[in-house]
């Protein structure tokens, strides 16, 4: 392909898009809604999955110490709690660390513990966060059997739905977009076919006249590249607004919600958008001329 030849293929894809503003205009638009959804379900997918790591990484185990273990005896568990495979990070609590988290969590109700009369009922412990929450289960038995060790706690159904929710947030995350991708490729393949049919009669006249296929086929191709690609920067505008206002949102009102920052995830799915929006300009406008070259 030579260069006079490139440079009739990028003006004869000028003057369509130029000729044809209407339904030019009809496809940017089709593309960047299109886009804009799958782009809105795509970041409620990571942003989900986000979550359910963040909620992963919060399931711990709680290891309850006898009343009658000494300064050593709990200096000595904690080495060997940190020594046990999988295991990140132990946290001792003393007794009276205990007590004041309870007082945290009873708010105004603190005078519960007059009742009490100063006895402090919590024994030390340990809070133990775990690299893989699959093998919480074994490492709570391995922990349980530790000299001076009263008891040790994970939270057994509390974690075992948490998994659950993970489970469907990702594989139905992922289901989700993959559908909607689909969906997005056959509504611009059609709005796309309907600007090919508008020009079908010029398709079979240069197929009459001895014009290859590819000839025929590359302004089609760069015509849908150049309007899937103008699509996907319009649904990029409007998709970075509306997380950048999510974002200060969320940090208004919750705080504590694990959200995504929008750098540098914006800049892939930005990237991304631009990618996919191109490529399925270009394959609807591949798809759509087929018909058109039988003749």
């Known amino acids: 392909m030579n260069f006079s030849t490139k440079e009739y293929f990028v ?13 030019s205009f009809a ?7 299109s886009l804009m959804v799958l782009g809105i379900f795509l970041l409620i997918f990571l942003n989900a999955n986000n979550l ?5 990484n919060q399931v711990q185990v709680s290891v309850y110490m006898q009343d009658d273990a000494n300064a050593d005896e709990l200096a000595e568990t904690k080495v060997k709690l940190e020594k046990l495979d999988g295991v990140v990070k132990v946290t001792a609590v003393t007794k009276t660390e205990a007590l004041e988290r309870f007082k945290e ?9 007059d009742s009490l009369g100063g006895d402090n009922p919590f024994p030390n412990s340990f809070d133990v966060q775990v690299k893989n929450p699959d093998t919480i289960k074994a490492i709570t038995e391995k922990i349980s059997a530790f000299p001076k060790v009263e008891t040790a706690r994970f939270g057994q159904e509390v974690v075992e739905h948490i998994f659950s929710l993970t489970r469907v947030l990702r594989y139905g995350g992922i289901a989700l977009v993959i559908f909607l991708a689909a969906g997005t490729l056959f509504i611009i393949s059609n709005t796309i076919r309907l600007t090919v ?9 240069m197929k009459y006249v001895g014009a290859t296929d590819w000839f025929i086929r590359w302004p089609f191709l760069l015509e849908g590249m150049t309007l899937g690609f103008f699509g996907a920067v319009v649904a990029n505008f409007f998709l970075n607004i509306s997380y950048s206002s999510l974002m200060s949102t969320v940090h208004a009102t919750l705080a504590f919600f ?19 929006g191109t490529a399925i300009g270009a394959l609807g406008s591949y798809i759509s001329l087929r018909k058109f070259l039988r003749v």
């Open 27 to 33: 496809s940017i638009s089709t593309v960047a809604v």
């Open 52 to 56: 359910a790591k963040h909620l992963e």
């Open 197 to 205: 049919f508008a020009r079908r009669k010029e398709v079979v006249i």
């Open 258 to 276: 694990p959200l995504i920052p929008a750098k540098p995830l914006m800049t892939y799915i930005t990237v991304f958008m631009l990618i996919i």
């Open 105 to 113: 969590r009873l708010g105004d109700q603190q005078k519960i513990l």
């Open 11 to 23: 003006r004869e894809t000028y003057k369509s898009i130029r000729r044809n503003g209407f339904m």
